[in-house]
């Protein structure tokens, strides 16, 4: 992947492959975190990595409706906020944290 990257012009930049719903622990915390499947529930791990003030954008099961909801996930001083901010459609997630 790192070969494309840089045959596709641009920088060099750090690349790991594996379960996304494990994070990447060794480099956090992380001021931003995105998931780009739909998830049953947001991966622990992930909110974990989550750094104070950082914001985590995931695509969540809605059991209610069967469809998907965005949320966003603050960390804050008090805690995890979570906003709901609207119906939307991506592919489930696989791995450990996934369908």
């Known amino acids: 992947i790192a070969a494309r990257l840089r045959a596709a012009g641009l920088p060099e930049l750090p ?8 994070g990447w622990p060794e480099e956090a915390p992380f001021d931003r975190i ?3 499947a739909a998830c049953p529930r947001t991966p622990e ?8 003030g950082g914001i985590l954008a995931a695509p ?3 059991p209610l409706t ?12 008090d805690g995890l906020r979570t ?17």
């Open 15 to 22: 690349v790991r492959c594996g379960d996304g719903g494990l």
């Open 34 to 36: 995105l998931i780009s």
């Open 45 to 52: 791990p992930l909110l974990v990595q989550l750094a104070p």
């Open 60 to 62: 969540v099961d809605n």
């Open 66 to 77: 069967g469809g998907q909801v965005l949320e966003t996930i603050t960390r804050t001083e």
């Open 83 to 99: 906003d709901r901010r609207g119906g939307c459609v991506f592919v489930p997630l696989v791995g450990r944290y996934g369908r």
